[in-house]
């Protein structure tokens, strides 16, 4: 199943390369990751997703956590959590019913529309994986020109928080 | 406050880090740390003749006296040789520390001469490393890395040291931290009362227990805590590879080693026991053989200072983080405060079924071996006229090979610390080196590096520092004219084809070589010469000696595990099954 693994680590030189070396070192895959600095800019907030069965994901923790750079780790999958990516899609739009398709498209999953020209729309969509995954199909067939998406940020639902 | 440059401030803290001797190769990138070297009397450095040997070096300290090792090199080739040394480190959980000479920061990515990314190169196989970017940073780092390499699991730590931060023109203010604090790094000590009560429970309650081992109780020090908890209970007990003398080899508890060429009473056991109380060991591939078919009415409790190797590859029923002597002091203290006794007419039980299979197919009965007569000296022969004339009191290094697996179970260790192997990684060229480390950190102690004439081939180069040094070690080199394991392996399972393990006629004369670096050779064809040239060979207590012993060219080590079997499905001899 998926997992989506947050990692609070020191914003160390090396300490990125660390975490993505174990992965491929001990044979696990990433799907996604993000990382950036936090409040504190001596963190880096790190959170990946990957696939593994209950075995694999507690393995994938330990291993992380024993990595000299990583303060906590947490597998979200476990509890309640948000989750969100960002997502940009140019899509090819230069007549008007395909223009308007794009549109009620676009409101239907509550993007926004950040950048026209006379050729394409420049779609902007935020919300879990699956979300952006459906607007994809719901889009393919108007013709995708480019897609980007961060991968999935994450964060627990409720009073619990990842912090020093 | 003195102000210092970053070369001397880096031997400084050195020496404050308890470091006496450093083994070590120069080069461009560190000359300006060698330099500072050569301006003081504090620290001592011990030039090897490669990076390999360094590392090595420093891992036999380590190993032999429970500090944490240090070699010193330059940067890209000098780096690069380093890294097989750390990778067996790494592999033992040995602490050590590696620090090695880079370009200037300025060239750093520029394809320098001698620019190898040593943090990167070295990434896998480390517990952590740095890259120093200011002479400001030195101390502290260097605090760091001897508080990681040696806390937790220990492991080899990588400190890359570009060579302006070192530069002697620009000097700042030293200070050697007092207490070294990481908010990300907070290693476990003491286990799970409630866990480690629960283990006590079902230990009490064992009928078939098997206490089995491994280098954890070495690395930390617990041999004394597990030999009275063993006693207490009246339990038998196995060590891997790693954890031999961490129980005593002679105490009648003991079953021997365990795993692919372990004794058929321990596998045996292992395999039939109710309760498995592992500590310090983590179920390794060479002890488990198939892990679906693995000690199947067992319960396991499993203690271990690393959460990542609980439960990883068998899941424990019990699982218990912790440091060795802190899980294995409070079960003492909880069994003593329990007033439960050991169920005796179970274990009596068990004891008898033990010895039985001890008479049976023991290790030790007569039968596992054809004895040595004449020209065909038994390599098993070699390892118990060793421990015969050094009184199971000598530090003996191996190589890897079947000499390593002969010494592992015929010489008997007493004590932790005197058997020093290359187990995880299985590193040909680590014995003499090893040994070099080891006779450095006890001068007085006879140093036998038990090899092969494949293994001791790729360290050969060591004779010289042996002698540059003083380092008096003795060379017991089992030669079967051949990559022996290979070789074994291809008689097994590839219809005696030798390919490539065979080099007879190219071999060259080991005596001859002895002598050439200033030590003394000896070779040895029969078996009545044996035992005499063996007790000249220690008589000399000062002179590094060279014994070349043909030994039986087609003899394979036994007990050895079947394949996808159980731990129990052993080959006894070439034509013994149990
Ligand atoms: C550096 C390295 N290369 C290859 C191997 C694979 N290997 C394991 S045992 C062995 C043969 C060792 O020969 P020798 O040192 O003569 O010991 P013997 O088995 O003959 O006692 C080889 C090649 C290894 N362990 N290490
Ligand atoms: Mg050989």
Redesign the interface.
Known sequence: MKRIISILL?NE??AL??VV?LFS?RGYNIDTLTVAPTDDDTLSRLTLTTQGDD?MA??IV??L??L????KVVDLTVGPHIERELMLVKLKASDNDIRAEVKSCVEIFRGTIVDVTPNTYTVQLAGDSEKLDAFIEAVREIGIMEVVRSGVSGIARGDKFLR? | MELLSGGDILIRALKDAGVKDVWGYPGGAALHIYDALYRQDDVFHILVRHEQAAVHAADGFSRATGEVGTALVTSGPGATNAITGIATAYMDSIPMVVISGQVPLSKIGQDAFQETDM??VS??IV???F?VTRAEDIAETIAKAYY?ASTGRPGPVVVDIPKDVTDPSYKVAYEWPTETK????QPTDKGHRGQIKRAVKTLLGAKRPVIYTGGGIVIDNAAEHLIALAKKLNFPVTNTLMGLGGYPGTDQQYLGMLGMHGTYEANTAMHHADVIFAVGARFDDRVTNDLEKFCPHATIIHVDV???TV??NI?AHIPIVGTCTSVLTEMLSIAEQLDIEPDAEALAEWWQQIDQWRADKGIYTESRYEPSSGTCIKPQDVIKMLYKITGGEAIVTSDVGQHQMFAAQYYLFDKPRMWINSGGLGTMGFGLPAAMGCKRAFPDTDVACVTGEGSIQMCIQELSTCTQHNLPVKIINLNNAALGMVRQWQDMNYSSRYSESVYEDSLPDFVKLAEAYGHVGMKITHLDELEEKMRECFAMKDRTVFMDICVDRSEHVYPMQVPGGSMRDLWLNKTERA
Do not use: N
């Open positions: 020191e030189s090396g390369s660390r070396g070192q075995h507690e393995q330990k291993q956590h024993k000299i750079d990583t303060i020093v | 943090v990167g990434r896998p517990k952590h490393s890259l990681i990481m908010r990300s790094y690393d959460p990542t439960s990883k899941e």
